[in-house]
């Protein structure tokens, strides 16, 4: 019953070109030799090269990176820990408030998430800088880890850690030798997701961060405020770019992967 | 032991830093505006005992949900942020689920592909993926241009700085929210239930108004909610897009803060705000919870 | 008293409900059903009987209107379906996965097909409940599919199926989800709902037992060719071919040259194994190529040689299979080739007459075997 009918190119190609244009016409521009952007004066990179230049593009750049890198490894140890509580603790006082909080973040508008967090840092006198924005991210990108990883850890089949057990690990040799690797492709998942939220989060940083700990988003956000610029254009291509080429070669290796473990099977079949 | 750490460490996490800050917002919201820094009364003096602790709850009061419900920009801002979210859910559905359709139709081969070109802009930054209609929909932008040029139009359209453009950029970035759960709802569903439904006598038309449709339904209801819940409370879209016209609640919260620096107002503000949101929030967890059931 | 036998395809004047008249079917480079001509006649039940892939399923599909032949044409009470959509054919299905909509009730389901025909209210509750009645349902109408046995949603597939009262009723893989026991029971069912309805049956199966138990006439395939269609008697007595007898039941086949001699064949099927005797209708030119094809219940197997018997072959016992009622021997010949031969226990718990590595003689008459071409 799988065909494709007219109706079903059409929505297909309408629904990507909706997609994918916007992002298109932005990365042409960004070699437009013009500074008025939406006038085509010949193709330039010199956008790039003023990007390069300016140093508070790169020091942004550089905290965001620190901010992503620090906050999502956290957070996917603390997710990993909170899925297994979902999973597997079973009962304890305060469960129903735990996954309360751990199912709560994903909702809450990141206005208040930034307010609450803030008002807490003045509450508790913490200055406002890199450690903050790390404390804030890891909130709230720690609860979309326990998500990702508790969905596989609901379909795990608990007898493979039975049989480690019986054939002698300890219950932590079980976990480290066989629940975890095969949780694994959660779990980096999961990373990914928080090192992405966290690059990406412009609302819970301005609330969180300092004058000195300015990230990548805020930096966009303040320069598109006053409209669309070529360099934000030559920015976003970078960004663009550097996702796509990500998220290609993670899929071409898990496709490889499978293909590879499909010939695997096919070979044990006919041995 | 261990499994007391286990669950130990999340959830003091989870206890300071999202609890108790939202205690910190509900009390802070009760309280009244002061000039000094932190920039609200009373703080709570706990070295006076007993008599600090009863001082300060004497102190709380409602006056600011009252000031809330006295202004008319605050309601104004939650009636506009529920009807611009509901409106753009309806939108996004509209375009989404023929998107879903045509993916769970394609032949098997294309559908990995054309799920990571789903997923692919997810992964880009929202704010890069709102600020790339500032560019289209301007007075001078490609899109005025590109009409222009067609004679289709013989003036620029006013779009950018109107709840048009913001119905586009909601529509535009939480587009894949939308398609995913239709696009699994579909995917799993039984090709032959449609034959089945022809052979009984329906035009595909029918069958698909008929079979399609309710069987698709949670997968609907998910991506609505998916849609509608961070709309509410959206602040990129409607500050890039939006101009002064497009009244939205995390907008007035930002600049009640940022700029009239308010806080105990942002606090209520932000208090109302979860309110409105536990309704679809409840809604949609029953739907997950019967969909689970249904699978289980 | 005479009661007329139901054979209307050996009755010239009978017509046929419907004609497939050199009906090939193609997907792309791949040729699912080639050039087939045969007719199905009204109070049939005809069963397409096949391994995976022989082209039962395209054929039953043709019949609903979900694929169309790309070439020769398919009459339905003399008329081309070609033109006629699935939703306008007085021909309904009933799917291998029961395909009952989850999201209805078993009464909605079966409602389902009437409400499109724009009946009056009444008219469909009456059709319902009398459906109902007829596949025992009656407890279960406000169940939805999920919440219902499996034999249970299969008689829910074949009450919505039937709530129309087709011309034609296709059956693809009536039973295939049932267990063994279930399935049984549910074969005698289908045949009694078929005489009491009078509607054509066309069932689709690669399960011969089914097949011979329901079908009126079944049509053996293979490879998008009927190779034999006819009753499941002929069928099993009288195989065209080595492919039908092998794939029906359970035979042994012994290959060799064929020689006429007086009133039988004279078979050669190995050096120093003694000459086999068959009687066929087949003419056969001598040192033709041959195929003996054996039922085992029809090959006796004895301690002594046989007096009264040509046909006796010396062997050894290698495989003893006991089926409860039957026990089937595998004996090995000198030459290598296996003969199976079957014996009833008529008798309870007594001792076995033969055992492994037995010497044993097996014999049967001329006309037990059926002499094939190939």
Known sequence: ??????????????????????MLILITYSFNSSKLVTVWAGFSTKWYGELLQNEAFLDAAWVTVQVAVVSSSIATVLGTMAALVLVRAGRFPGRTLF??????????????TG???????????????????ILAHTTFSMCFVSVVVSSRLVTFDESLEEAALDLGCSSFQAFRLVTLPIVAPAVISGWLLAFTLSLDDLVIASFTAGPSSTTLPIKIWSAVRLGVSPEINALSTIMIAIVAVGVITASLVTKRASLRQQADERAAVHA | MRRFALIALPYAWLL??????????????????????????????????????????????????VFLTTDDLYWKAYISSLKIAFIAT??????????????????????PTLMMLVILPFWTSFLIRVYSWMGILSTEGYLNQFLLSLGLISEPLTILNTPTAVYIGIVYTYLPFMILPIYSALERMDGSLLEAAEDLGCSRLKAFWLITIPLSKTGIIAGCFLVFIPTIGEFVIPSLLGGSQTLMIGKVLWEEFFNNRDWPVAGAVAVVLLLILIIPIVLFQRNEQKQRELEG | MSQTVFEPWNDPTAKPLIQFKNVTKRFGDFTAIDNQTFDIYEKEFFALLGPSGCGKTTMMRMLAGFEAPTEGTILLAGQDIAPIPPNKRAVNMMFQSYAL???????????????RDKK??????????????????????KRKPHQISGGQRQRVALARSLAKAPKLLLLDEPLGALDAKLRQDTQFELMDIQESTGTTFVIVTHDQEEAMTVASRVAVMDDGKIVQADTPARIYEMPNSVYVADFIGEVTILSGTARRGDGAYEISFAEDQPTLFAESDTEFDNGQECHLAIRPEKVSITAQKPSDRRNALEGKILDIAYLGNLSTYHVELPGGQIVKAQTANTTRLSRRSFTWEDRVWLSWTDTAGVLLKG
């Open chain 1, 99 to 112: 996954s309360g909080m751990v199912y709560a973040p994903l909702v809450m508008p990141e206005v208040i």
């Open chain 2, 90 to 111: 309806l939108l996004t559905l509209l375009v989404g689920y023929p998107i879903a359709y045509g993916m769970a139709n394609a032949p098997d081969h294309w559908r």
């Open chain 3, 101 to 115: 909509f989850p999201h209805l009730s078993v009464w909605e389901n079966i409602a389902f097909g009437l409400k």
């Open chain 1, 115 to 133: 307010l609450s967090l803030l008002l807490l840092f003045i509450g508790i006198g913490l200055d406002r800088g890199i450690f903050t924005i």
């Open chain 1, 1 to 22: 019953m799988r065909r494709l009918t007219w109706f079903n190119v059409t929505s297909l190609s309408l629904g990507f070109a909706f997609l994918y244009l916007p």
């Open chain 3, 120 to 141: 009056s209210k009444d008219e469909i509750a009456a059709r319902v409940a009398e459906m109902l009645k007829l596949t025992r349902l009656e407890k279960f109408a």
């Open chain 2, 16 to 65: 300071a830093l999202f609890l108790v800050p939202f205690i910190i917002v509900l009390k802070i919201s009760l309280s009244d505006i002061d000039l000094a820094i932190p920039p609200y009364t009373p703080t709570l003096d706990v070295s006076e005992g007993w008599a600090g602790i009863k001082a300060f709850f004497r102190a709380l009061d409602f006056e600011n949900f």
